[in-house]
């Protein structure tokens, strides 16, 4: 086992992954911008070395700035979070290159599951069910709609490459085809850095569900069970939770094995997670996309299961050999909690004059930021998780109603106003819900 760990993130991650790393007895480093170093993270590591200004492209993004600091602490390895180059396989490379531990899959497996069409026909081969769609990338708008007459309206649109419902749009006719068409080619152009497009059929009331895998250090694929992340705006998570409400046992065993085809199709190491989109009508789904990283969701799972993941990366990174028990007991949701307009869930940073975390049975909260702190406009606007676990999903919802009313904040606009507007609607407390109900609300 290597004796420390470099955390190429910021936030709420890296706390948490400074949190299991001091508990392993292992030492923590930290990298932080100009702009983060007042964040609880700077304080709680070991050690925190300054990587530049607040533009992510100047510091968190600097790969030459990660990997000095990294040389300079001499840590044994690099643990990335999630976002930045924690899906970046040159990184990764370059991290190994070095002679350090890369605490996630291989550069390969990154490369591999990172385009969604080769990830898409890779998975099909393997037995994992895929929408129809196209297995090559569609760069001019002419193919766009006779790939979309081909597969059959209504279409999803998006980036072959990136993440985060990045470009993503929904296509119900040749017109509407040509403006989600123009919108991912501009984002993948962006972001991904090459104009390709995918097509796939689109599932109309789906339930966005997700499986946990743990790729073992002696090559064995486990799955820990599922996530629904069907409540969403602009194709971007807001609540998770496990188990979803929306499946029935037999689908269940269905997708998780299904994911641990999809893990050893890519020898796959580490933890990573198989999204799919899920009819729930037809009790049916197809594969979505793999990331190749720690979700910002795994508390959910660890909830459930107990099982602290971030150890389980680093075990597995160090090649040890793991004994999990992760039968999932109860039931544990995350909010997101965001410096966002509840209403239109715009960005709004600002000075925090007032933060008081929920406590109470059953609940945890990841947060990156404490009273008195700045959330700024440089990075994402998540300043917290607050998460929630309960025998039942009843008990699991009025755990979550006292925590979403107990949770103290004032400074930036926050969507805790929407939590507990979610909380009493009856779509959501139902779980007959699919990935329309936040537009629904708002429509």
Known sequence: MFDSVLIANRGEIARRIIRTVRGMGLRSVAVYSEADADLPFVREADQALPIGPANPAQSYLDQDKVLEAARDSGVGAIHPGYGFFSENADFAQAVIDDGIVWIGPSPDAIRRMGDKINARNLMEAAGVPVAAGTREPVTEPGEAVAAAERIGYPVMVKTAGGGGGIGMGVAHDEESLAKAFEQASRAAARFGGTPAIL?????????????????????????????????????????????????????RARMLAAAVRAGEAVGYRGAGTVECLVDADAQDFVFLEMNTRLQVEHPVTELVTGVDLVEAQLRIAAGQDLALDATPTGHAIEFRVYAEDPKRFFPGPGKIALWKEPTGEGVRVDSGYVEGNTVTPFYDPLMAKLCVHGATRAEALDRARAAVASFALEGPKNNLPFCAELLEHPEFVSGDYDTGLVSRMRS
């Open 199 to 251: 097509l796939e059929r689109y599932i109309e009331r789906a339930r966005h569900v997700e499986v946990q895998i743990l790729g073992l250090a002696d090559g064995t694929v486990l799955a820990l069970g599922e996530r629904d992340c069907s409540v969403q705006r602009r194709h971007q998570k807001v609540v998770e939770e496990s188990p979803s409400p929306g499946i029935t046992p037999e689908l």
